[in-house]
């Protein structure tokens, strides 16, 4: 006798948007709704809220919850901050406690992290991390992020990792100072969508792709390989993300770029394969993210890793 699967519902709390997700795997999604990210934080999980008690209506209880937020986020259990968003440049965000909005009444069980972290998570249950155990998801889009699988697991110290922040080695001739209120020319501050419209004076979406910009954008994702590829030497580096998702052609330029830099001190090819499978873009492709909190539930379902919030209803 097969027993139906639990009925998970998912939310991607994204910078430019929230999508919210309900169903058991990404073959069986009964619906999925997206939702505007208001700078009035309040009114844009009420509006989550009205979703999720909807869907409890008409497909009844979710087994479990996944919350996949954008960051930085308080993610330590013990923490009285446990939940919240820090210092997001997301006006009306800072300091939100989105755990504790979403902790009764949704679901039997509530799991949280980042929306990177989530998205690495999906990569590996459905994706092109699947039967990996080391391995980077790199999302880049209102900003720069990455998910680090280590052993199987996300990851983790006294903070999430915020790659998106570090600073690199910047291409020969380029000073520009960078879009980061936090860092100026930090690898978001280079790379991320805010930052190439900054530059270009056009979205992403809309730079012709001549346009010298993409060289200096993928020198920066380059950069961020080869620390990646020294520090954690994952099996594979999987960029997603609006930015790169719209853009392909960025690919085989940040391979090159890698390549230059790292300079054969390494041989990542005879290690981990061809450059054009090792850094390559998501299995789930544009849907990592919003499956990664469907991920999350399911870990929140079962027995979860400390590093996730699970709260089970008395």
């Known amino acids: 006798m097969t027993h139906p699967k639990p009925l998970l519902c998912g939310v991607e709390l994204g910078g430019t948007k929230c999508e919210c997700l309900v169903g058991s795997a990404p073959d069986d999604l009964r619906e999925r709704i997206t939702v505007k990210t208001e700078l009035d934080a309040a009114a844009t999980l009420r509006r989550i809220a009205g979703i999720l008690r909807d869907w409890k209506t008409r497909y009844g209880t979710c087994s479990a919850l996944g919350l996949a937020c954008f960051g930085p986020l308080e993610l330590r259990p013990d923490s009285p901050d446990f939940g919240r968003i820090g210092m997001t440049p997301k006006e009306g965000w800072r ?174 090819e005879r290690a981990a394969g061809p450059l054009e499978e090792y850094i390559a873009p998501p299995g789930l492709g544009t849907l990592a993210g919003p499956l990664g909190a469907l991920a999350v539930a399911a870990d929140a379902g079962s027995a979860g890793s400390t590093r996730h919030f699970k709260r089970t209803r008395p």
Do not use: M
């Open 95 to 268: 300091n939100v406690d989105v755990a504790g909005f979403f902790a009764e009444g949704f679901a039997d069980a509530v799991g949280i992290t980042t929306d990177v972290i989530a998205a690495a998570l999906a990569e590996g249950r459905w994706g092109a991390g699947r039967g990996l155990a080391d391995y980077a998801y790199v999302t880049v889009g209102t900003g720069v992020g990455v998910g680090l699988i280590a052993a199987g697991k996300p990851v983790f110290g006294w903070h999430h990792p915020e790659l998106g922040h570090i600073r690199i080695a910047r291409a020969p001739g380029d000073d520009w100072p960078g879009n980061c209120r936090f860092h100026g020319a930090c690898l978001e501050g280079l790379a991320s969508g805010p930052a190439i419209q900054a530059r270009s004076g056009t979205r992403p979406a809309n730079l012709p792709v001549d346009s010298p910009v993409w060289e200096t954008v993928a020198h920066a994702l380059a950069q961020l390989a080869h620390h990646l590829v020294l520090t954690l030497s994952p099996q594979r580096i999987l960029i997603g993300g609006g930015v790169v998702s719209e853009r392909p052609h960025l690919f085989p330029r940040i391979r090159q770029s890698l390549r230059l830099s790292i300079n054969d001190y390494v041989d990542i």
